[in-house]
């Protein structure tokens, strides 16, 4: 029996689950079991560890101080890692190096915020060392990151929660349950629309700060001159350390899209343009990619019109984005509700909580999740081999851009038929000392 062959199995049972929450789960989770399964009380607290305290990374430590204790904090800009340290009671123990906060035995869970370039290291890292994970998307940059990835989380039992925050949102929800349901009629079609890459550059080559690990900073990426705007926010914009909108909002939105499609690419064609500013922005200024799915649906992805997801089927329309869900089939339920025993798409295990609209809720609701899969051993709504296959349809539409022709793909065995050349994207090479292994 392949991976590749188990992984789509897994992929199949994670996307069919036998309920769809209409409302969401519990405030607090009493766990009787560390995530390194050493016996606790039951009125304990797990302690929580974060990595990457920039941005989203301070977000998600925010909300996980609801299920938890915030024990230690990593960053490798010393700014930020001390800011943090302040912001959450100045009692947490704080690093430079994330490896050092994984050795402490008072963390059970780990929160991964840092740069896209660095989630696949981290989370294997993390679950080696018997950790639970919640990590920002995109979980991987390469498609064989993600085959380890799947791998190493099955070898050692970890919890993963992928932030995909959109599958706890009702909104992104009842629009798979509908399409799931048949209540479009057969899906044929689905348009994504991510927006656009930003340009920039050339950008001042500088000193790095004194307060900043460049070298740690770039990882397994190839060591490079100090450029501000490659770190922080900014790195979205580089393949180097991402892949522009397709890994960005893609993420959310194609794992959505295939999430009601419930099938795999078996080809790929693209359009793009390509920036040639030295010392700039290298991602792509204009894209376009269309897929086709086993079962014969077609998606298109672009980066201009309207930001959301257009599900059609041969007897209606739904669209959703963070804003609405609309469509007939969304006016009928009034008239015609989804019925809970005939959900398909996600169980949760507690039902306490009512549901409520946007982000913040959103990604409380999915941190809750994941709290609540750390005690029940569960896989949580964004799974780590759904997360897989979601972030590896972003990689074939860059990939497809980036060698600048049509792709054909063999989603059983994870890797392009008889097409060298497309094949050695799968992967890259890594810098000595930070390898994934």
Known sequence: MTVASTNRRNFLKATSGAALAGAMISSMVHSTATAQDKQRSPNARLGVGGIGLRYQGSVITHKAQLY???????????????????????????????????????????????????????????????????????????IDEGKLLTDVVKETGRVVQVGSWQRSDHRFRTAVELVRQGRIGKLQQVEVVLGKNETGGPFEHRQSPSNLNWDMWQGQTPDVPYLEQRCHYTFRWWYEYSGGQMTDWGAHHLDIAQWGIDSLPVEIESTAKFPTVKDGYNVATDFFAKYRYANGVEMTVSDTGRNGIMFTGTEGRIFVNRGAVSGKAVEDLVKSPLRREDFNVYEFDNLDRPERAGKLDAIINHMGNFFDCVASRKQPISDVVSQHRSVSTCHLGNISMRIGRSLKWDAEQEEFPGDAEANAWLSREQRSGYEIV
């Open 68 to 142: 938890g204790e915030i024990v230690a904090l990593c960053d490798v800009d010393r700014h930020v890692r001390e800011q943090a340290r302040a912001a959450f009671g100045s009692t947490p123990h704080i690093f430079e190096d994330y490896r050092d906060l994984l050795e402490r035995k008072d963390v059970d869970v780990v929160l991964i915020g840092a740069p896209d370039h660095w989630h696949t290291k981290m989370v294997i890292d993390a679950c080696r060392a018997g950790k639970d994970v919640y990590c920002e998307k995109p979980i991987t940059l390469t």
